[in-house]
């Protein structure tokens, strides 16, 4: 399978703990995308990457994310000192090139208790 | 302030019936309309707009972009239960990175047998 892969499926976590999502993109796409969706919502971007620059963050990013792009490969996105607002399905896309269309992953589920 | 509204929120249908989605949207400085198929996990691209006037079809599936009403529909014909997902309409615009889709909130089709 050469879609977008997303580890893991499912988090279950208190709070005040840290995660780490990791999100695997089609290999010959040098953009990456992460989306937050909420139930009964669309998904709301967070981040962009162009190869290993982070070239945009929403302001729904507050300073407890953080996301990388080592080597312009896969991506990681981790959340410090969740809340339980933070409970959501965290999306990874990537694009082939400017304007072309997002292919989505299968989504993390991230349950903070 | 940018958005993306999706009519209705919800629909229930008998299968062979024909649907109408329908996408309106208020951005600055448009670049392209996609339509995304949902079924619980990823959403899955079903086609990208650019151009007024001109139908994309896929199968059952059509959608088309009016840019001076600032709205798009989308239609499927003879719906099958294999139908029933949340279509979610996305725009992106010049404001943002080329990846930073505005969403609208989803129409969640239910197809009965």
């Known amino acids: 399978d050469t879609g977008v892969s997303q580890n893991p499926r499912h988090k279950i976590t208190k709070r005040g703990q840290n995660v780490t999502f990791r999100c695997d993109p089609i290999?010959?796409?040098?953009?990456l995308y992460w989306y937050r969706q909420t139930l009964g919502q669309g998904p709301e971007f967070l981040t962009y990457f162009q190869n290993e620059a982070q070239l945009e963050k929403s302001r729904l990013l507050s300073d407890r994310f953080s996301a990388e792009r080592p080597k312009g490969s896969f991506s990681t996105l981790e959340i410090q000192r969740t809340e339980q607002g933070d409970s959501a399905m965290y999306l990874c896309?990537?694009?082939?090139?400017?304007?072309?269309?997002?292919?989505f992953g299968n989504g993390t589920r991230l349950t903070v208790t | 302030e940018d958005k993306v509204v999706q009519s209705p929120l919800s629909l229930v249908v008998h299968e062979g019936d024909t649907v109408t989605l329908n996408c309106s949207y208020e951005?600055?400085?448009?670049?392209?309309l996609l339509w995304y198929k949902q079924e619980k996990k990823a959403p899955t691209f079903l086609f990208m707009l650019t151009s007024s006037g001109i139908e994309k079809k896929s199968g059952r599936l059509s959608s088309i972009l009016d840019k001076k009403e600032l709205f798009s529909i989308l239609n499927i014909t003879a719906t099958q239960t294999g139908d029933s997902a949340v279509y979610l309409c996305?725009?992106?615009?010049?404001?943002?990175?080329?990846?930073?889709?505005?969403f609208g909130k989803g129409t969640k089709l239910s197809v009965k047998p």
């Open positions: 896309a990537s694009s082939y090139r400017d304007n072309s269309p997002l292919h």
């Open positions: 951005v600055t400085n448009f670049r392209s």
């Open positions: 290999s010959e796409h040098n953009r």
């Open positions: 996305a725009v992106s615009h010049d404001g943002g990175s080329q990846g930073n889709l505005i």
